[in-house]
C-alpha cells in the first residue's frame, strides 16, 4: 500500500467516522428539540414509536425516505434538485476543521495523523466562515427554483439575514484572533488550555486570573448572530411559519425536504462547535490538566477532553431550544436594525478594545 | 431611557425572565397531555353521544312510527317512513328509519321528543370513518347500536290499554305487570 493511497484512506475513515457522529447529533437533537420543547410547553412530545418516544427519528427518517418526492410545475428541475445537495453539503463539510477532542497525534504506517481533527489546516476559522457563507446559496437557490411566491420571499430574506449577520460573526471572532494569534481552530483552542479563566470568554493572561482580555461582548454577539445565521427561532425569518408557510423550502417534500432540515441542524451544531471552540475552549476542562492525569492516566485524557467538548456544543445545542420555546419571532425591521446598529457596532468596539488591551498587555 | 431601563435593556432582562419561565415548566415537568387512544377521559353521566334505538325487553321494536322526532330534529337529520302493522289496524311502526350521522349535532331533541322511548343516545364517540357514506345509518344498524349500548332493556306493559300504549311511560295509574 503506497503512502497516499494509505493517507486517503485514514482521511476517509475519519470522514466517515465524523460524520456519523455528526449525523447521529442531528438525529438525537431532531428527537430532543421535540421532546425538550414538549416539556417546556407541558406537552409531552412524541410517545408513540418505541419507549417514549425514541425511536422517532428513525421513524421520521424511513417516512421521509418513501415519501413521494413532488416537482412543482414550472420549477427549474436541475436547480431544485441541487438546493438541497449543496445546503446539505456545505454543512457537513464545515465539521472538517473542528477539532473533537485534544491534539495528539498517532503513528500509522509512518504517518502520522490526528485523529480528532479531520483537516488541521492553518486557516480553519476563515475555511468555516466561508464555507457557512456558501449555505446561504442552497437556501436562494432552493427558494427561487420552486416557482413559489412563500419560497421566493423565503430564499430572499435569508438572504439579506445571513449576509448581515455573517459581518457580525465574522467580526465577533476577530477578537479571538487577536488573542490566540492564530486561525487555526486547534492552536486557539490550545490557547486556552489551563482552567476556564483562560477561556477567551473570561480572557484571563496566560500567567493571571483578571479578566484583562474579556470577550464576553464578542460571545454574546457571536452566539446572537449564529442563532441567526442558523435561521432559527427568534430569527427565523426565512421560514417563518405564520407569513411564509415554510419558507424557502415550501415546495419540497421527501428526502430533499429531509436534507434541508438535516442541513439545518447540522449547522445548529457546527456553530455550536465553532462557539465553544473559539469561546469556551474546545475540549479544555474548566480546571487545568484533567482529572485522568491526577490519577495516572494520562493516555486516556482524550476521553475527559472530548467529553468536555460534548458538554460544552450540547448546551449551546440546548441554548438553541430553550431560545426556541421562549421567544416570538422579530419582525423583519427589527432584525435588521439589531443586526447593523446593535451587534456591529459592539462587535467593532470590542475589536477595538481588544487590540488596545493587547497592545498594553500583552500574553507574553 | 432611565439608567434602570438601560441596565435592563443591555443584560437583556426581558428575555432572561422568559427564560427562567421556560425553564421552571421543564424543571416543574407536569404535562396536561392525556395520551388519547391509551387511556381515555371519564365521560360525565349525561353525555350525548351516538343515537341509537332501542327495543323492549322481548326484541320488539320501541319505535311507532310518530315522526315526532323528525319533527324536532333541527338538522333534519332522521327521516321516518311509517306504516301499519301489518294485521293491527292500530298499531303502527317505522317501516324505514335513517338518520344522516354527517349532519347530527347532538342536541337531544329527538330523544326528549319521543312519546315512547324509543331513542337513546349512548356513550359512544369513536365514529370517525374513511368514507362519508358509512355516516348514513338505517334502521338495523341503529338497532345493532341500541342493542351493544343499552343491554339492560325496558319491559313491555302488557296489561295497559291498546290505545294508551303509545304512552306508555307516564301513565303510572294504569294496571302495571306485576313482577
Known amino acids: ?364 | 431611557m432611565t439608567f434602570k431601563a438601560w441596565i435592563k435593556t443591555i443584560t437583556f432582562y426581558e428575555l432572561v425572565v422568559g427564560m427562567r419561565a421556560t425553564m421552571s415548566h421543564l424543571l416543574h415537568y407536569k404535562p396536561i397531555t392525556m395520551q388519547y387512544p391509551h387511556e381515555k377521559r371519564a365521560l360525565p353521566d349525561n353525555y350525548r353521544g351516538m343515537l341509537s334505538l332501542l327495543r323492549y325487553d322481548d326484541g320488539t321494536e320501541k319505535c311507532v312510527g310518530c315522526d315526532l322526532c323528525e319533527a324536532a330534529c333541527p338538522s333534519r337529520v332522521i327521516r321516518v317512513v311509517s306504516a301499519e302493522v301489518p294485521g293491527e289496524p292500530t298499531k303502527r311502526y317505522s317501516k324505514e328509519y335513517y338518520m344522516d350521522m354527517t349532519r347530527c349535532l347532538f342536541c337531544g331533541l329527538c330523544v326528549d321528543a319521543c312519546p315512547v322511548d324509543a331513542l337513546g343516545m349512548t356513550r359512544e364517540y369513536e365514529w370517525s370513518v374513511y368514507d362519508k357514506r358509512q355516516l348514513h345509518l338505517n334502521k338495523e344498524q341503529l338497532l345493532a347500536i341500541g342493542d351493544r349500548s343499552f343491554p339492560v332493556r325496558e319491559k313491555q306493559l302488557e296489561l295497559q290499554h291498546p290505545n294508551v300504549a303509545f304512552f306508555n311511560v307516564a301513565f303510572k295509574h294504569l294496571p302495571q305487570k306485576p313482577d
Request: charged share 15%; aromatic share 14%.
Open chain 1, 1 to 364: 500500500m503506497t503512502e497516499l493511497s494509505l493517507r486517503l484512506a485514514i482521511s476517509f475513515v475519519q470522514i466517515l467516522a465524523e460524520m456519523s457522529i455528526v449525523m447521529l447529533t442531528v438525529a438525537i437533537m431532531t428527537l430532543a428539540e421535540r421532546k425538550v420543547l414538549g416539556w417546556m410547553q407541558d406537552r409531552m412530545g412524541p410517545m408513540e414509536v418505541g419507549p417514549y418516544g425514541i425511536l422517532q427519528p428513525l421513524a421520521d427518517g424511513v417516512k421521509l425516505f418513501f415519501k413521494e418526492d413532488i416537482v412543482p410545475a414550472g420549477a427549474n428541475k436541475a436547480m431544485f434538485a441541487l438546493a438541497p445537495m449543496l445546503t446539505m453539503v456545505v454543512s457537513m463539510i464545515g465539521f472538517a476543521v473542528i477539532p473533537f477532542g485534544p491534539d495528539m497525534t498517532l503513528d500509522i504506517g509512518g504517518l502520522t495523523i490526528k485523529p480528532f481533527v479531520v483537516a488541521d489546516i492553518n486557516i480553519g476559522i476563515l475555511y468555516i466562515l466561508a464555507i457557512a457563507s456558501i449555505g446561504a446559496y442552497g437556501i436562494i437557490l432552493g427558494g427561487w427554483s420552486s416557482n413559489s411566491k412563500y419560497s421566493l420571499l423565503g430564499g430572499l430574506r435569508s438572504a439579506a439575514q445571513v449576509i448581515s449577520y455573517e459581518l457580525n460573526v465574522g467580526l465577533a471572532i476577530v477578537g479571538v484572533l487577536l488573542l490566540s494569534g492564530s486561525l487555526s481552530l486547534v492552536e486557539i483552542t490550545e490557547a486556552q488550555a489551563g482552567g476556564f479563566w483562560h477561556w477567551f470568554v473570561w480572557g484571563a493572561r496566560p500567567d493571571g486570573f483578571f479578566p484583562i482580555h474579556t470577550q464576553v461582548f464578542a460571545f454574546v454577539v457571536f452566539v446572537i448572530a449564529g442563532v441567526a445565521e442558523t435561521n432559527r427561532i427568534p430569527f427565523d425569518l426565512p421560514e417563518a411559519e405564520s407569513e411564509l408557510v415554510a419558507g424557502f423550502f415550501t415546495e419540497y417534500s421527501g428526502m430533499k425536504f429531509a436534507f434541508f432540515v438535516s442541513a439545518e441542524y447540522a449547522s445548529m451544531v457546527l456553530v455550536s462547535c465553532v462557539a465553544a471552540s473559539l469561546f469556551l475552549g474546545g475540549w479544555n476542562a474548566p480546571y487545568p490538566g484533567t482529572i485522568f492525569e491526577y490519577i495516572g492516566l494520562e493516555q486516556l485524557a482524550w476521553i475527559e477532553h472530548i467529553v468536555w467538548f460534548a458538554a460544552k456544543v450540547y448546551f449551546f445545542l440546548f441554548m438553541f431550544i430553550w431560545l426556541r420555546a421562549t421567544l416570538p419571532r422579530l419582525r423583519y425591521d427589527q432584525l435588521m436594525r439589531f443586526g447593523w446598529k446593535v451587534l456591529l457596532p459592539i462587535a467593532l468596539a470590542n475589536i477595538i478594545i481588544t487590540a488596545v488591551t493587547v497592545y498594553l498587555f500583552p500574553r507574553g
